[in-house]
């Protein structure tokens, strides 16, 4: 059975920092694109990130970048995203997200996705 299990999530003030987590499980994902969404109350989910299989590409959300940092772990079954200089209208739930083929920022592009964990940033 195919995992993905976010981990990271929590409440910071503006300006702050947090790094999520996730870990792959239930297959080999180290040929896989993984990456991450984000839906805020009353708004329709937004990419945030991706990076290909070997790390070699990543894509970033226009308002996210510079300050959010996507990365893979040495054994390809995990994906990072380091959130710094963090906003109010950052918070949201976030989702990993990972597929075998596809490297890009629709929704429907991805097979797989986490149940989401919370990042609250505080004005």
């Known amino acids: 059975q195919v995992q993905l299990v976010e981990s990271g999530g929590g409440l910071v003030q503006a300006g702050g920092s947090l790094r999520l987590s996730c870990a792959a499980s239930?297959?080999?994902?180290?040929?896989?694109?993984m990456g991450w969404f984000r839906q805020a109350p009353g708004k329709e989910r937004e990419f945030v990130a991706t990076i290909s299989w070997s790390g070699d590409n990543t894509y970033y959300l226009d308002s996210v970048k510079g300050r959010f940092t996507i990365s893979r772990g040495n054994a390809k079954n995990t994906v990072y995203l380091q959130m710094n200089s963090l906003k109010p209208e950052d918070t949201a739930v976030y989702y990993c997200?990972?597929?075998?083929?596809?490297?890009?920022?629709?929704?429907?592009?991805?097979?797989?996705w986490g149940q989401g964990t919370q990042v609250t940033v505080s004005s």
């Open positions: 997200v990972a597929d075998p083929i596809r490297l890009g920022s629709r929704r429907d592009e991805y097979d797989y």
């Open positions: 239930g297959r080999t994902f180290s040929s896989y694109t």
